[in-house]
């Protein structure tokens, strides 16, 4: 992955938005960050933490719909848009996402 210094932090490219499918999430590192990449059924791109807070669950495993993921581990539902847990658990982190000539950015600050 290579990294494109900004403002107050780092873009990284991940790699063409055509290997993550429709309605899943991969798993990236990108600037000593663990950074899962969810592509909803719509296109849009969501990035959040891709560690569960509560046990250390895959995010990037989990099933999303058009607003949550579940963590695959206890189920753990977190908003995409915000990383807000529904269920309790502590939010997880948000990342700006874009498409690139293809290619997904994530921002890290």
């Known amino acids: ?9 780092v873009a990284y490219s991940c790699g063409p938005v055509e290997a993550i499918p429709y309605g899943e999430g991969r798993a990236f590192a990108v600037g000593g960050h663990q950074v899962a990449v ?5 296109g849009t791109l969501r990035a959040l933490s891709a560690v569960c807070p509560h046990k250390g669950g895959p995010i990037a495993d989990g099933q999303i719909d058009n607003k949550v993921v579940l963590c695959p581990l206890h ?3 977190f908003e995409l848009d915000t990383g807000c847990s ?15 000539d ?8």
Do not use: C, Q
Not at 1 to 7: H, I, K, P, Q, R
Not at 38 to 42: E, I, N, S, W
């Open 1 to 9: 992955m290579s990294g494109t210094g900004l403002a107050a932090g």
């Open 38 to 42: 969810f592509r909803k059924r719509d």
């Open 75 to 77: 189920l753990n539902a």
């Open 86 to 100: 529904t269920t309790g658990a502590a939010p997880l982190r948000i990342y700006p996402v874009y498409l690139e």
């Open 102 to 109: 293809g290619e997904i950015v994530v921002f890290v600050s």
